[in-house]
């Protein structure tokens, strides 16, 4: 591979890690208002990030990047890497005295935007510690939004090129130039998170915990500043107000800027908007049918917490309001099987996502059809436009991928000791980024505290597999890809 690509990524890798340098300074100055000595930490941590990532991008100074499908595996790679280390330093230098596994967990499990914790006592923990976990689920989401949207159609990722038909700026450019994209982004993620602040202060909140929610609600991760998450609360009102906005932010960022910025009802007409919407309402009434029957919870209750916890799940951010795992075996089924599925492409959601759904569903029937009548045209289809066989082969295969990596983390995980629920759950929340799991380890009412270093480290990078859309990550162990 040409030398300038490994330059100009370092050199794009080091520059972002200067931003998140200046980034540490949010949290110091909050450590300082709140009188807590942690402050000291994140002043001494952004001294030495900064220092050696300007170092960095000044020794690998260069012309502009040769951008090409290398340098875009490349780059994505390197920059969760760095990113997913310099967001550990913090923690690794805190008062919580957490070692590297677990300082790199919860700073993959925040940059991922998994919503995953080994911090327990979260009540007390230091307020820059908390907003630090928060700002890096809101960067993430930053980041994982313009990978769909800019980086991930170029490199064809897991049926990602078929993002450009479905947001319909392909056909109806609602924007001449990627800047201007860009700019309207910005302004609807910033947007949308001080509206969601404001909410959440306005039901009951401190505004400590309104801003620290927002940024974790609209990046779809999932940390909160309670051991209880939202049950600390206890109020519908912020339930319905959380499914609201993590609905939103699972749907494609792409249509929200189109139809928030030009107004344009059409914009939402994308089959996978239909499909995530019908099944987190299917989902949702029959857990509140069944929590009703079983356990005797008024009716109104039932609904708000169990939309919550559907939307929670589906759309990855992985908050809590009660142990849903306590309410019956049929949610803790609908619970586990909901993990593999997530929100919207183009989201800040993980999971497999809906419209690779719909592409094999109507792969499927296709198929089942050529049986039929042999002779026939028939073509796989994604609304009004027609699937071609490339993408359906990159979706199966990263179906077929994530399946894979699935058995082979669980079966790791059981060869260190863990149960079979503990592992398949802890795995499988891990690479769809949805935090919590099933089970009394890993469930909503537990943590990864009391999990190995070793399972940490599994567990890590499974998030990051999963965040990168598993083939990402995978094509550059490949021999081929370092060859010139």
């Known amino acids: ?49 900064g220092g050696l990532s300007m170092i960095t991008a000044a020794a690998t100074r260069a012309g502009p990047p040769p951008f090409n499908k290398k340098m875009g595996f490349l780059l994505v790679n390197l920059l969760w890497l760095v990113f997913s280390l ?65 980086v991930m159609p170029y490199l064809r990722v897991g049926g990602m090129s078929f993002f450009k038909m479905e947001s319909s700026d392909t056909n109806d450019k609602p924007f ?56 600390y609360f206890n109020s519908l009102s912020l339930l319905w107000a959380g499914t609201f906005f993590m609905t939103l932010c699972s749907l494609p960022f792409s249509i929200l800027i189109v139809f928030l910025v030009r107004g344009r009802l059409d914009a939402l007409r994308d089959p996978q908007i239909g499909v995530f919407l019908s099944y987190l309402v299917l989902f949702s009434i029959a857990m509140a049918i ?23 799940i589906l759309s990855t951010t992985g908050f809590a309001s009660e142990d ?23 989201s800040t959601a993980g999971g497999m996502k809906a419209y690779r759904f719909i592409i094999i569903f109507n792969s499927i029937r296709t198929g089942l059809y050529k049986l039929i009548y042999p002779n026939g045209i028939h073509t796989v289809r994604y609304g009004r436009m027609t699937v071609d066989p490339d993408v359906q082969r990159t979706v199966f295969l990263f179906f077929a991928t994530y399946l894979m990596l699935w058995v082979f983390g669980s079966v790791a995980m059981a060869a260190m000791g863990y149960d079979l629920v503990t592992s398949v759950s802890a795995v499988i929340t891990a690479l769809s980024n949805v935090g919590p799991g099933v089970g009394p380890i890993v469930g909503p009412a537990g943590n990864f505290s009391t999990i190995s270093d070793p399972a940490l480290y599994l567990l890590s990078l499974m998030m990051l597999l999963g965040r990168l859309e598993v083939l990402t990550v995978l094509v550059i162990l490949t021999p081929l890809f370092w060859k010139s």
């Open 290 to 312: 069944y929590h009703r029957m079983q356990n005797g919870v008024p009716f109104h209750e039932a609904l708000a917490h169990a939309f919550f916890t559907v939307s929670t």
């Open 176 to 231: 001449a130039r990627i800047a201007s994209f860009t700019r309207a982004f910005v302004l609807v993620y910033v947007g949308i998170t001080v509206v969601c602040a404001i909410t959440y202060a306005a039901l009951g909140m401190s505004r400590f915990d309104a801003v620290n929610h927002a940024m974790a609600t609209v990046a779809t991760g999932g940390f909160s500043t309670h051991d209880a998450s939202f049950g």
């Open 1 to 49: 591979m040409n030398a300038t690509i490994y330059r100009s990524a370092i050199n794009i890798a080091a520059t972002c890690g200067m931003y998140l340098a200046a980034a540490m300074l949010v949290p110091a100055f909050v450590d300082v208002y709140y009188g807590h000595k942690d402050w000291q930490v994140f002043l001494l941590s952004s001294a030495l990030v």
């Open 324 to 346: 849903y795992t306590l309410w019956g075996p049929f949610v803790v089924a609908m619970a586990f099987f909901m993990t593999f599925m997530g929100g919207c492409s183009g």
């Open 86 to 150: 310099v967001g550990a330093v913090p923690f690794m230098m805190s008062s919580l005295d957490m070692d590297f596994a677990k300082a790199l967990f919860e700073s993959v499990s925040a940059i991922t935007t998994t919503g995953s914790t080994v911090i327990s006592g979260l009540d007390n923990a230091p307020p820059g510690i908390l907003l630090w976990r928060s700002l890096l689920h809101w960067l993430g989401g930053i980041g994982i939004v313009a990978l769909g949207l800019f």
